[in-house]
């Protein structure tokens, strides 16, 4: 394996301060992580990767943007040594009377190189400390409570407009797929085609693609994920009509 330096990922609070640091270096062993953060509550808290390579605290619930649990291999949340477990699970940190907490892993379940387990794929990864503690068990995330500190490990890439008007054969592919928000419109809904029985209502960016969404019959907006087997439903509890809270349905 050819070396690399160290990937120093610096962890931000939702106030956009400095409060620790991931290191991630990978060798024959395979990828070690180490991990220092302060400021937390003494006890033991969550700490995963996730789906989405964005640390936004704007939102109503801070770093929502990381979007869900990164899952490339369409396993069940579990404890770092289960047999199902996902990618990025890591388990919880223990941290001390004065907030400190320190902790250091060594897997194989990703890679910093190409790969189907690569953190850099094209939609990037984040690191989350929780202010939870994970229970190993609770099913798609743990039951970690709110996201303490954010770093991100890979940022999404961004993928080419396609040239010309869309048109209902366009895929998502050609689209333009950034972290940032852009206002719907009638020409990103045309890129976008619906299973018998749904409406094509709405279009996110900052996913993997191909991607499409639809609005089922109850309103519940439900979103494809190909590159792990999912399909998500994405909630929108402030009604500002973004999507913050992207929970995964049905996975294979």
């Not at 897997?107 to 400390?129: K, Y």
Request: proline share 9%.
């Amino acid at each position: 394996m050819r070396e690399r330096k160290p990937l120093e990922v610096p962890l931000l609070d939702p106030a956009g301060a400095a409060i620790g640091v991931a290191t991630f270096s990978e060798g024959d062993g395979g990828v070690m992580l180490s991990l220092q953060v302060e400021g937390l509550e003494p006890g033991e808290h969550a700490w995963h990767l996730h789906a989405m390579g964005m640390c936004d605290s704007s939102g109503l619930e801070p770093f929502s943007t990381a979007g869900p649990h990164w899952n490339p291999t369409a396993k069940m949340h579990g404890g770092p040594n289960d047999e199902q477990h996902h990618a990025g699970d890591f388990g919880n940190l223990t941290a001390s009377e004065d907030g400190l907490a320190a902790a250091e892993i060594t897997t194989s379940d990703f890679t910093l190189d190409d790969g189907p387990t690569s953190v850099n794929d094209e939609d990037g990864t984040a690191i989350i400390v929780h202010e939870g503690m994970d229970d190993l068990v609770s099913q798609p995330a743990g039951n970690s409570g709110a996201r303490y500190a954010c770093g991100v490990v890979a940022e999404p890439v961004m993928m080419p407009v396609a040239a010309g008007p869309p048109t209902p054969e366009a895929s998502v592919a050609g689209s333009l797929l950034t972290p940032e928000q852009m206002p719907f419109s009638e020409d990103l809904l045309g890129q976008l085609q619906a299973p018998d029985g749904f409406e094509i209502a709405v279009f996110a960016q900052g996913l993997s693609n191909p991607r499409m969404m639809a609005v089922g019959p109850n309103g519940t907006v439900y979103v494809t994920q190909t590159a792990a087997n999912t399909v998500s439903a994405l909630r929108d509890p402030d009604s500002d009509g973004v999507a913050d809270t992207p929970e995964v349905v049905a996975s294979n």
